[in-house]
């Protein structure tokens, strides 16, 4: 069953970085994924698409603080210099034929 | 640039129906994938169907099969979604999107819609 899991919340303070996680289950760990970001009342923003290899096509206008990596498994978001507009939520999402499933979210606080 | 409007929410008593409209615009719409994503009120986002360029293919998360209909209609640049036999755990808000296409499916959804509430309750 493809299925992919965040952490429900994640902190950091202005300024610094911050490392999200996403799981890919098991029998998927070599799936793209996607990150998309929800700040408070709005819809969804693609953020970048990425590869198991760590490599990453990012959206229009997503600034280089933004940036991915991979590790087996496990596909991470990193935002560096953290800024108040960065607090919002983060979704994960990955596909197979007929099928797409999102992460269940990580709501970012910036301190 | 583009732009993805729904339109079509509102309230519903369960066991009603609805029709979700997206109008599109700033790309070629007819040569892309499409599709319906879903928000619960608190909740993360829910995939709900998909529709090829053509309409020659579709699917549909399991909750909703069998009483959703997605469709398109490419000279009018516009998505779809027929929603019958509503239920309480329907409501959500549902955001149109634009999916890119990897191997000849779809994988992520590159550009979104601000979405349009749907509630259902009596």
């Known amino acids: 069953q493809l299925v992919l899991t965040q952490s429900p919340s994640a902190s950091a303070s202005l300024g610094a970085s911050v490392k999200l996680t996403c799981t890919l289950s098991?029998?998927?760990?070599?799936?793209?994924i996607a990150w998309h970001q929800q700040q408070p009342e709005k819809g969804p923003r693609y953020l970048m698409k990425?590869?198991?290899?760590?490599?990453?096509t990012k959206g229009d206008g997503i600034p280089d603080r933004f940036s991915g990596s991979s590790s087996g498994a496990v596909r991470y978001l990193t935002i560096s210099s953290l800024q108040s507009e960065d607090e919002a939520d983060y979704y994960c999402?990955?596909?197979?034929?007929?099928?797409?499933?999102f992460g269940g979210g990580t709501k970012l606080t910036v301190l | 640039e583009v732009q993805l409007v729904e339109s079509g929410g509102g309230l519903v008593q369960p066991g009603g129906s609805l029709r979700l409209s997206c109008a599109a615009s700033?790309?070629?719409?007819?040569?892309?994938?499409m599709s319906w994503v879903r928000q619960a009120p608190g909740k993360g986002l829910e995939w709900v169907a998909d529709?090829?360029?053509?309409?020659?293919?579709?699917y549909y998360v399991d909750s909703v099969k069998g009483r959703f209909t997605i469709s398109r209609d490419n000279a009018k640049n516009s998505l779809y979604l027929q929603m019958n036999s509503l239920r309480a755990e329907d409501t959500a808000v549902y955001y149109c999107?634009?999916?890119?296409?990897?191997?000849?499916?779809?994988?992520?959804?590159?550009?979104w819609g601000q979405g349009t509430l749907v509630t259902v309750s009596s």
């Open positions: 999107a634009r999916a890119t296409e990897i191997r000849g499916y779809t994988a992520y959804d590159k550009d």
């Open positions: 700033g790309f070629t719409f007819k040569n892309h994938w």
């Open positions: 529709i090829k360029q053509d309409g020659s293919e579709i």
């Open positions: 098991s029998g998927h760990s070599s799936n793209a």
């Open positions: 990425l590869n198991s290899d760590g490599s990453h």
């Open positions: 999402q990955t596909w197979d034929t007929g099928i797409r499933v």
